[in-house]
């Protein structure tokens, strides 16, 4: 009787143990190198910017590949086994690491440096000013504009101007104001104008240091055109990149003017009607000979005496 138990015992730990190593075995073994992060381009980044995560052993498919910023899962744009592409996300803070999960293996983490853009603007909400120029010290429109020609005022928390036979024009004048692009940097301006009949509002960009060589983009009733000037500043003009009437534009409508620019020579301008959000002209133009930095200004041609030229909302952003 107890060599007949003990055979059933011995039986039973076979068995176990020949279950044991068919279990272990069957176990499957993430044999999948692991994946190594070498660089982040650009090694600082905005939110929105396309950022290339470079590197070794990952994934070609999509799915097996999991990239997070700290700990949130970012879509990728595209995947390889070296590049991984995405973009980046809104993120507080300065600096964010980021790490690759690919076919469940996890990389080292690379820290991505965030940068901010910088914020210049001016609503004009403050005490009415009348009819001033340059020879007025202080500049009582406000201490970050410098009224090159002509005069400006302000009105009903505008900028105004009721001036006819005048070219006059102001720049804004800060240490930091730089707007240069390309190599991640990108500039983009924002402003509200409006003029009576005959008469011409604009926006001045890429002012250089002689205030003389700049970017307009004026319009008058229903014209709209965007010129370069050149060493001798208003009346010179280098280039006229835009010279037209298109529909909808009119004497005495409100204007949103956005100019953006990420590469020289290459300028994004969008125009929308400021009441009823209808685009009037949206369309990148090329200057193959571009100037660079600079500063941004308002612009303002009264034909007629008297005229009504407003501009409001002035917003500029530099990365």
């Given amino acids: 009787m107890k060599t007949s138990n003990l055979s059933i015992y011995l039986s039973y730990a076979a068995i176990?143990?020949?279950?044991?190593?068919?279990?272990?075995?069957?176990?499957?073994?993430?044999?999948?190198?692991?994946?190594?992060?070498?660089?982040?381009?650009?090694?600082?980044?905005?939110?929105?910017?396309?950022?290339?995560?470079?590197?070794?052993?990952?994934?070609?498919?999509?799915?097996?590949?999991?990239?997070?910023?700290?700990?949130?899962?970012?879509?990728?744009?595209?995947?390889?086994?070296?590049?991984?592409?995405?973009?980046?996300?809104a993120i507080e803070g300065n600096t964010i690491g980021v790490s690759v999960r690919s076919r469940g293996k996890i990389s080292n983490k690379q820290n991505l440096s965030l940068v901010r853009a910088k914020?210049?603007?001016?609503d004009f909400n403050r005490a009415d000013v009348p009819s001033v120029g340059s020879a007025t010290v202080p500049n009582p429109i406000g201490s970050n504009w410098q009224i090159i020609n002509g005069t400006f005022a302000l009105s009903e928390n505008q900028l105004f101007s009721q001036d006819g036979g005048l070219e006059s024009y102001m720049l804004y004048r800060d240490a930091d104001v730089n707007m240069k692009v390309g190599d991640g940097s990108y500039f983009e301006l924002t402003a509200t104008m409006s003029s009576s009949p005959e008469s011409f509002a604009g926006i001045i960009f890429n002012a250089q240091n002689d205030n003389k060589r700049f970017y307009l983009l004026r319009t008058t009733n229903n014209m709209l055109q965007l010129l370069k000037t050149g060493s001798n500043g208003l009346g010179d003009w280098a280039n006229i990149m835009v010279n037209q009437t298109f529909e909808g534009f009119a004497a005495n409508t409100p204007y949103q003017v956005v100019i953006s620019a990420s590469q020289p020579g290459s300028f994004r301008i969008k125009i929308t009607h400021a009441n009823t959000n209808a685009i009037l002209f949206e369309q990148t133009v090329e200057d193959p000979d571009p100037y660079l930095g600079g500063a941004p200004g308002l612009y303002y041609f009264g034909l007629a005496n008297p005229v009504t030229i407003t501009f409001d909302n002035f917003h500029l952003e530099l990365l």
């Fill in 119 to 122: 914020v210049f603007e001016d």
């Fill in 16 to 89: 176990l143990l020949v279950s044991g190593c068919s279990k272990e075995e069957s176990t499957p073994v993430n044999t999948a190198p692991i994946p190594r992060i070498i660089a982040l381009q650009p090694a600082n980044a905005a939110e929105g910017d396309t950022l290339s995560i470079i590197g070794l052993n990952f994934s070609s498919n999509t799915a097996e590949n999991e990239v997070k910023f700290g700990q949130s899962i970012i879509e990728a744009l595209s995947v390889s086994d070296t590049l991984i592409r995405v973009v980046v996300p």
